[in-house]
């Protein structure tokens, strides 16, 4: 036990002190935001959908790769319908503008920017099936189900959340995973290198956002509590609950469960801001959650791998 509680610490541990290194430069002023802005883009449309097709590139269209990735998808649509009903339960006495941010914080998780580092980290790759597929099923729910959330009925739009680039990335590995298309080792090692700049750069991002918020106003304010204690721990525990009676493999349970653990998703902040709601508050439960992560994801992941028989 105390071995595992190492191996998940300490990835997890190695992940802040990325963020660490973006903190700290964006005090000193060496990280703007217009920065920020251009490699979160860089993120989204380069490495994201870099590290999805790559992903599906090491993989063989095999009866049980087919039936993973349908596993895969099936787990993730269906954890996600979940969550959304029953935090449609919750903040029901919440301001308008208000009540969609707590409701999108609760559902959405930092899936690409904390969940793809943690898993590679923990799981040693294993897992990344549900992981990537996860990014396509994401995207798809916030700029639907998430828009709806906060901007209302006049801010949906299915054309966003079809023609999105994890979306998009995900057909393109799906294209090329199915026909079997062969595709040149420089391409290979190109598609692989952009996807391995997720981790640090996603943790240099993170931890450049987090240094913009006060952190003494994150402790008046209970409703960031609230929401982190929902996405850190209620939506872990039923997500283990639901997928326990199933008996998945092991490394897409432990995969479905962290990526339910990670803290609340940077685009709620973003989202916020486009849409000009409250982002302040927006931006402080993507701090607060993402500091509390680093005790709740190994709680979490040793339960899920202790539940599953690991």
Not at 29 to 58: E, N
Not at 100 to 107: D, M, W
Request: include cysteine.
């Amino acid at each position: 036990m105390w071995h595992e509680i190492q191996v998940v610490g300490g990835s997890v541990l190695t992940l802040f002190l990325m963020m660490a290194v973006g903190f700290f430069m964006a005090k000193r002023g060496m990280l703007t935001q217009q920065t920020l802005s251009q490699m979160s883009t860089l993120l989204l449309y380069v490495v994201a959908p870099a590290i999805i097709i790559d992903t599906f590139l090491q993989q063989q269209p095999t009866p049980d790769t087919l039936r993973e990735l349908l596993i895969a998808a099936g787990v993730m649509v269906g954890t996600y319908v979940l969550n959304m009903v029953l935090v449609q339960l919750c903040f029901r006495r919440s301001a308008e503008g208000v009540q969609g941010i707590l409701r999108f914080a609760s559902i959405y998780g930092n899936t690409g920017f904390m969940g793809i580092p943690l898993i590679l980290a923990v799981l040693q790759g294993e897992g990344m099936l549900l992981t990537v597929t996860s990014l396509a099923v994401f995207n798809i729910c916030v700029w639907t189900h998430g828009m709806l959330l906060i901007g209302g009925k006049d801010e949906v739009s299915v054309k966003k959340g079809l023609l999105n680039p994890g979306v998009v990335g995900f057909g393109l590995a799906i294209l090329l995973f199915l026909l079997q298309v062969p595709v040149p080792d420089p391409v290979m090692e190109a598609v692989g290198y952009l996807g391995s700049l997720n981790t640090p750069l996603a943790m240099v991002i993170i931890g450049a956002q987090m240094a913009a918020v006060s952190l003494p106003s994150l402790l008046k304010d209970g409703r960031l509590y609230l929401v982190s204690a929902l996405k850190l721990l209620v939506v872990p525990l039923i997500t283990m609950a639901v997928l326990l009676p199933f008996h998945l493999a092991q490394p897409t349970f432990l995969a479905a469960v962290i990526l339910a653990g990670c803290p609340v998703a940077g685009i709620t902040s973003l989202f916020a801001q486009k849409l000009g709601k409250d982002a302040p508050l927006a931006a402080k439960l993507v701090t607060l959650s993402t500091l509390l992560c680093i005790l709740t994801l190994p709680v979490v992941t040793l339960a899920a791998r202790a539940l599953c028989g690991g």
